[in-house]
């Protein structure tokens, strides 16, 4: 074979040059596999994992075919590039997934830290902790009758009860009511003087804005604890980026923080968690002292970190209850919860939240969530024809025709930005948005964009080569730590005294910038799914892609949907629609085989049917 035609796009190629470097002779069957491995990386799984992919054309435009797996191995065992854990080589074969050298130190030693975690039960008082769970989520005790167990009351004592918790919940399932609550029964333990005892508590997010987010929640949902003021006083206010809490210093992976120079923290609660990928989850873990608790919150089902790596899914398998787990929690919640052994060995740090309090009764959304993830096609084609208040469905989609609905779902925006006063412009702005799945195309990001400000421009009479204009909006594209501004921040362009300025929420109001002195940005009426992880509009309209891609997966669909508070409207060809729900995108790793509870040649399959299998029941 010549590796030299193989369609290798340039970091493919960096990295087989440097591996020619180390190995000269090296096999062209071990060069063409770390190739794959590249590519896969890039495309977010962690490994190769060869049993898929074992005799096949893994290029379709060339007839290299790989060989069956057992030769495949063979060939690559064979190599000096290809070692076993733990070995100093940059390519790792462990059973039947290569890895690059780090990926592989990573999720091994993640797989190890959790596991201690999660072996190591912290003293807990029951007797008051039982106290304040039933203070606490007596909420729940009325209006939940028909909702039994309580999971968020069950949630927040096994976050107690343990040095690692994983909370999983659709959006309004109560992550933010339970996390505040389960954080008030961790001071109560404390014997009621939290001060004096000094509990260090983190709140972290992946983003600025999620960060930003979870700490506006957070002290939002203080004021309705029924606890003393000591104990609403100790309650952490402010939340930072995981970057920032670990000390990430620029381009290099290496943090400032790690299991050498650990965070000075008692419990680190980390919101949007579905969007770590495995390098950063692995390097908190690291730096979190092994005595502190560790509260992951997030949502399973949505899309996964850009980065490489499902970490918050791959947790969330095998969970369940053991029969000594269930008594334990029935004794301290009054809760009756249904015995079922994990087939993770974290599987009972693992707690859904599935009734969502935003999307309740009759709401459309809520059904066609649940409807998307149990990838029921028919079911989601019906309930979008069904003229629900809620839902929308635009089946034989035009550019032209979106531009028009765009030019309109934008007017009252449009409209509060030419007033100039930033509150309103920013409540009319977050009131319709535009999502699509991909940025290039004429579906994408970068053509919806252009083609809408073009619109725009000639209407209000300016120049098209101008880029500034009142109502333009931006989302930065990097992080500008001098001024505050973050990778994925929105900003709004509006008429000043001083000239044209771009506005930015923040804490205290709203930060005016000069546009010059912005760091990079793109116009942002339109963005895609991805970006908007973490934020919610009254009103989106989705626009899914013509042609098939890759992009175009369960997740996806179900994260940009949920992204609405009132009304989603879906613009999209009924095969797009229909891929979209089919395609569950499965990321290569293996860090829930290395979390197995049993050895996984005898662990019974994937996770059996669960009592908490729903989405928003
Ligand atoms: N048990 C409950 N009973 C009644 N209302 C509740 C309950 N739990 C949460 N809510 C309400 O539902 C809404 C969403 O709750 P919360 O913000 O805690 O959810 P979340 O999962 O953090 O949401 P998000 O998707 O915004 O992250 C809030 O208005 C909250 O007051």
């Keep these: 074979m010549n590796l030299d035609s193989l369609p290798l796009g340039p970091l493919e190629r960096a990295l087989l040059a440097s591996l020619r470097r180390l190995e000269p002779s090296a096999e062209p069957l071990v060069l063409a596999s770390a190739a794959l491995l590249c590519a896969a990386l890039e495309q977010g799984d962690v490994c190769l994992p060869l049993a898929r992919l074992a005799g096949q054309r893994p290029w379709p435009e060339h007839d290299f075919t790989l060989p069956p797996l057992g030769e495949w191995r063979e060939g690559l065992e064979a190599s000096s590039l290809v070692g076993m854990p733990g070995d100093f080589v940059p390519l790792i074969l462990t059973g039947e997934r290569l890895y690059l050298a780090r990926y592989e130190a990573y999720e091994r030693q993640l797989a190890a830290q959790l596991l201690a975690r999660a072996g190591d039960r912290p003293a807990v008082d029951e007797t008051r902790l039982s106290e304040s769970l039933t203070r606490l989520f007596a909420f729940n005790a009325s209006s939940q009758a028909g909702q039994r167990p309580d999971w968020q009351r069950l949630a927040a004592a ?41 509990l260090a508590i983190g709140l972290a997010a992946p983003t600025g804005k999620a960060a930003a987010r979870m700490a506006e929640a957070i002290r939002g949902a203080k004021a309705a604890l029924p606890v003393e003021q000591a104990i609403k006083d100790a309650l952490p206010e402010e939340a930072r ?52 608790r560790l509260i992951l919150l997030g949502d399973k089902d949505q899309l996964c970190a850009v980065e490489a790596g499902a970490v918050f899914a ?12 269930a008594a334990e929690l029935e004794r301290l919640t009054g809760q009756a919860v249904a015995v079922e ?17 935003r999307f309740a ?14 990838g029921d096609v028919a079911g989601t084609r019906q309930l979008l024809q069904e003229g629900r208040p809620d839902l929308a469905w635009n089946a034989q989609p035009t550019p032209q025709d979106l531009l028009e609905r765009l030019d309109q779902g934008y007017g009252p925006y449009l409209a509060a930005a030419r007033v100039g006063e930033p509150a309103a412009a920013f409540a009319a702005f977050n009131a319709f948005r535009a999502l699509c799945a991909q940025r290039e195309g004429a579906w994408g990001v970068a053509g919806i964009n252009e083609a809408l400000e073009a619109r725009i421009k000639r209407r209000v009479q300016v120049a098209g080569r101008e880029r500034w204009y009142v109502g333009r909006p931006v989302m ?15 900003g709004l362009c509006l008429q000043t005294d ?40 009254a009103e989106v309209l989705l626009a ?26 879906i613009w999209a060809l009924a095969p797009r629609l229909a891929e979209a729900v089919a395609t569950r995108a499965e990321r290569a790793a293996g860090l829930a085989e290395r979390l197995a509870a049993v050895p996984a040649r005898q662990a019974p399959g994937p996770a059996s049917a669960s009592t908490q299998l729903g989405l928003f029941d």
């Design 158 to 198: 096994q976050a107690v009860r343990r040095r690692l918790a994983v909370i999983s919940g659709g959006p309004g399932t109560g992550k933010t009511t339970t996390v505040v609550r389960l954080l008030a029964a961790l001071l109560e333990q404390r014997g009621g003087h939290p001060q004096d005892a000094g």
């Design 314 to 325: 791959e947790l969330c398998e095998g969970r369940g209850f053991d029969a000594a787990a």
């Design 241 to 292: 980026t995981l970057h920032r809490l670990l000390g990430s210093r620029g381009d290099t992976p290496a943090v400032r923080h790690h299991a050498g120079n650990p965070l000075a923290l008692d419990v680190l609660v980390v919101d949007e968690a579905s969007m770590v990928d495995l390098a950063l989850m692995a390097k908190l873990v690291d730096a979190l002292p092994p005595s502190a």
């Design 544 to 569: 899914l892609p013509e042609q098939p891609s890759p992009l175009l997966t369960r997740s996806l669909f179900y994260t940009g949907i949920t992204r609405a508070k009132r009304k989603v409207e």
């Design 476 to 490: 930065v594209r990097q992080n500008d730590y001098a001024l505050g501004l973050f990778n994925g921040d929105i």
């Design 498 to 537: 001083h000239g044209l300025r771009v506005f930015f929420e923040s804490e205290d109001g709203y930060r005016p910038f000069a546009p010059a002195r912005l760091p990079s940005h793109d116009s942002a009426f339109a963005m895609t799914v991805h970006k908007s992880q973490g934020s919610e509009f």
């Design 361 to 374: 009764g009759d709401s459309g959304i809520g059904e066609l969530a649940r409807r998307i993830n149990g």
């Design 341 to 357: 052994p994990p087939s993770s060995a974290l599987g009972d740090a693992v707690v859904l939240l599935t009734h969502s309090h």
